[in-house]
């Protein structure tokens, strides 16, 4: 099985989303499952220009020539594809959904009714891909990611992808946190690989791994507290900094 998987955080191997898709990930390895993992900040992937050219001009080829071609037929191939992403703005960041948008080349221009609903045919006989999202936010509450899911479940039936679910961490500066500091936190990582491993094996992941990914770790109080108290700490630094000779 090829999964492919995006990592969306510029902050990439430092950041909070890396937690999840790491145990992810390599639960699907250990069930045997190749795996190629793309940092999205590191591509040169311009944004679609809009004026459907790889519609009527080149049909099928963008007229852009930059590292979205050499994505597309990744994502062809692919039997499982992995959009790992901090919210950004209640949505992915832009890295993310320019390429996205630059797979418009896959589809035909014409309208076709599928489940009564106007779509584009795809170019080439379709591989039915599984979609699993997996995000993390900083604010505490779960439905933070209500638009990121909407989002992320209307973009797998515009391009007949099978969303396959997500893996969801509120507050996830708290789990970065945690893990730096040694705190007991083992079960949310090892919830994360375990899903993996279920998707590889059955095709689906439980309600009780994803459930405990996207568990409490702190309460909102204490979240809230110690993470203003943090900001504060930051920006008293600096105006010390600053005023110091
Ligand atoms: C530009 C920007 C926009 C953000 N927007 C939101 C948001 O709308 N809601 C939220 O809960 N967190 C938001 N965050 C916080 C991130 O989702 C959070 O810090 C996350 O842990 C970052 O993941 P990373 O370390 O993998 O990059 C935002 C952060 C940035 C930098």
């Given at each position: 099985m090829k999964v492919l998987a995006f990592n969306a955080?510029?902050?990439?191997?430092?950041?909070?989303?890396t937690l999840l898709l790491e145990p992810f990930l390599a639960g699907m390895k250990e069930e045997g499952c190749e795996v190629e993992l793309i940092y999205t900040c590191k591509l040169h992937v311009k944004p679609c220009?809009?004026?459907t050219a790889c519609w009527?001009?080149?049909?099928?080829?963008?007229v852009q020539n930059d590292d979205a071609n050499a994505l597309i037929p990744k994502i062809q191939e692919a039997d499982v594809i992995v959009f790992a992403t901090p919210l950004y703005v209640d949505g992915m960041p832009g890295t993310l959904k320019n390429i996205i948008d630059r797979l418009?080349?896959?589809?035909?221009p014409y309208f076709v009714l599928r489940d009564e609903h106007c779509r584009h045919p795809p170019r080439q006989p379709h591989k039915n891909s599984k979609l699993v999202l997996i995000s993390n936010c900083?604010?505490?509450?779960?439905?933070?990611f209500d638009p990121l899911v909407m989002h992320v479940q209307a973009i797998c039936k515009n391009t007949c992808w099978?969303?396959?679910g997500a893996l969801l961490r509120p507050h996830g500066e708290a789990l970065g946190y945690m893990v730096r500091e040694g705190l007991p936190v083992q079960d949310v990582l090892t919830a994360a690989k375990n899903a993996g491993r279920e998707l590889a094996r059955t095709g689906k992941m439980s309600e009780e791994n994803l459930k405990i990914v996207g568990?409490?770790?702190?309460s909102l109080e204490t979240y809230v507290e110690m993470t203003n108290k943090g900001f504060k700490q930051a920006l008293d630094r600096l105006s010390q900094t600053k005023a110091s000779p």
């Open positions: 955080s510029p902050l990439m191997e430092r950041g909070n989303t220009l809009g004026d009527t001009r080149t049909p099928g080829k963008c418009i080349p896959l589809i035909e900083g604010f505490w509450e779960m439905d933070n099978e969303y396959a568990r409490e770790l702190a």
